[in-house]
């Protein structure tokens, strides 16, 4: 007698509920917090999308902020434009739908926290970008970044998102490249306004990441280094991986 398989459909069936069931079981749930869609009024799209290819094999759930965005940038022209957007709804294009308020994370059901990096950082969740080191943070970011931190679970930041860290928790050590200005590092004085708050800057290259194990913080320079963007995607998968081993 001929052994009959399983019929293709059947073999398609298994093939979702594979799928389905090791989504249940997924190792680690890591929070993803985005800032809009595009660098220079919202998050980073190769940062995020770097973060997303690497926890896929994990499992990430977005979150944005629903408030109005300060800037709607025309990337054509790099000047702003009167319209106006709301950070929740432009970050769901990144999310491809799959997005939830920032409002309503529970930091019970998660195992760490990452901030891709992106001017929205600057503009949306902190006021970094007009005030640098006498910046605010939005409210609704302090108290995750907080809450993960107060839960002793890791926290990855890159390319501007480290002034978060910088600002909340004083004496953190974080790395956003290096401090000295150079066709190479355009944004160096950030590492000096982050020094002037207290915590550590730690210069680093492009792929490497700073662990801070003290405060469980997970940090690397990404786009604050002018590289292309393959380095950006190795850098950002070893922040990542940090992460998950911290988690
Ligand atoms: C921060 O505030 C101080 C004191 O008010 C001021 O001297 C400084 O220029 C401000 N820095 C920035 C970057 O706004
Ligand atoms: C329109 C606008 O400026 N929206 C917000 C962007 O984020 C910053 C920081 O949280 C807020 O101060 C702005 O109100």
Redesign the pocket.
């Known amino acids: 007698p001929v052994a009959v398989g399983p019929s293709r459909a059947h073999r398609a069936l298994w093939a979702v509920q594979k799928s389905c069931s090791s989504r249940g079981t997924m190792a680690k749930r890591v929070a993803v917090v985005l800032a809009g869609c595009g660098v220079f009024d919202g998050t980073e799209l190769h940062e995020a999308s770097a973060v997303l290819v690497h926890l896929s094999r994990a499992g990430a759930q977005l979150y944005a902020p629903n408030i109005p965005q300060m800037h709607v940038v025309d990337h054509v022209k790099g000047q702003p434009t009167p319209e106006q957007r709301n950070v929740l709804v432009e970050s769901a294009r990144i999310a491809r739908g799959n997005i939830k308020d920032l409002a309503t994370l529970d930091v019970k059901g998660l195992d760490a926290l990452i901030i891709p990096g992106g001017f929205g950082v600057a503009k949306n969740l902190s006021t970094w970008a007009t ?4 910046c605010s943070i939005s409210k609704e970011v302090e108290s995750v970044l907080r809450a993960f931190h107060a839960a002793h679970k890791p926290i990855g930041l890159c390319c501007i998102s480290p002034v978060l860290a910088a600002k909340i928790f004083p004496g953190c050590e974080v790395t956003v490249g290096h401090d000295t200005e150079c066709e190479q590092w355009p944004y160096a004085k950030t590492a000096e ?1 982050m020094k002037e708050l207290g915590c550590k800057h730690i210069n680093s290259q492009v792929s490497e990441v700073h662990v801070d194990t003290r405060n469980l913080l997970v940090t690397t320079s990404a786009f604050m280094c002018n590289a292309p963007i393959h380095h950006i995607h190795d850098g950002v998968g070893n922040m990542v991986r940090e992460v998950l081993r911290l988690a």
Do not use: L, V
């Open positions: 005030q640098g080191k006498n306004a």
